[in-house]
């Protein structure tokens, strides 16, 4: 069974401190994205990557970066977290060629005191 | 550029009521279309899809036509159940995402016994 995994189902953590979200997919997929998921928002690309160590920015970059290293992997970083980064985290994969679905992973809701 | 737009919610369904989700979209081309299902607590996972014109994608008794002419994916179900409660996600992937997609805002559905 194929799958996407994330390191923590929740989180809470501090203002300005330095967050780590990890993403893990087995099905050796080309493209990761990390969205976040506020109420009435709908999905909001954050960060997408086509290949290992290539990154692109997506609708709502600001206070983030990310990480891949190896293929199967996507870290999503919050550099110094503020309140207004708390939100469910969704990370996902899919094939490289256009026109495919996008795996999901469960999730992580990050809230940030 | 793309877009994906939804019927607005939330949607509250007696069992066995006929469900219907509208969604039309703009794009470039011929898209795949797809829709989503967001269970509470969980990630998105794929419904179903449908990659050209006059495709019916179908899956747990959920189906959805690829109208060219109309632009649109309306996504039914003849009787739906307590368990079909979650947020359906209509979305599209085109020649113009570079290996991303573009999704609507989601419709929250509830189905009462």
């Known amino acids: 069974d194929v799958k996407v995994t994330q390191s923590s189902r929740y989180l809470v953590k501090r203002t300005g401190e330095k967050v780590f979200l990890e993403c893990v997919q087995d099905?050796?997929?080309?493209?990761m994205f990390w969205y976040r998921q506020d109420p009435g928002l709908g999905l909001r690309l954050i960060y997408f990557s086509y290949d290992v160590k290539m990154k692109e920015k997506g609708d709502i970059p600001e206070g983030y970066s990310v990480s891949r290293e190896k293929k199967e992997r996507f870290s999503l970083i919050l550099e110094s977290a503020s309140t207004n980064q708390t939100s469910m985290y969704l990370c996902?994969?899919?094939?490289?060629?256009?026109?495919?679905?996008?795996?999901f992973g469960p999730g992580t809701r990050l809230t940030v005191l | 550029g793309d877009s994906v737009t939804q019927m607005e919610g939330p949607v509250t369904l007696s069992e066995e009521a006929f469900l219907t989700i509208n969604c039309t979209y703009t794009?470039?081309?011929?898209?795949?279309l797809f829709w989503y299902v967001q269970y509470p607590g969980e990630g998105l996972q794929l419904l179903l899809k449908a990659t050209k014109a006059d495709d019916k994608g179908s899956n747990k008794g959920f189906e959805a036509t690829y109208r060219k002419e109309t632009t649109s994916f309306h996504l039914e179900k003849g009787s739906v159940q307590v368990s079909d409660s979650a947020v359906y996600f209509c979305a599209l992937s085109g020649s113009t995402n570079a290996g991303k997609s573009t999704f609507g805002d989601g419709t929250t559905l509830t189905v009462k016994p």
């Open positions: 794009a470039t081309g011929y898209p795949s």
């Open positions: 099905m050796d997929h080309e493209n």
């Open positions: 996902a994969s899919s094939l490289a060629q256009t026109y495919n679905e996008q795996f």
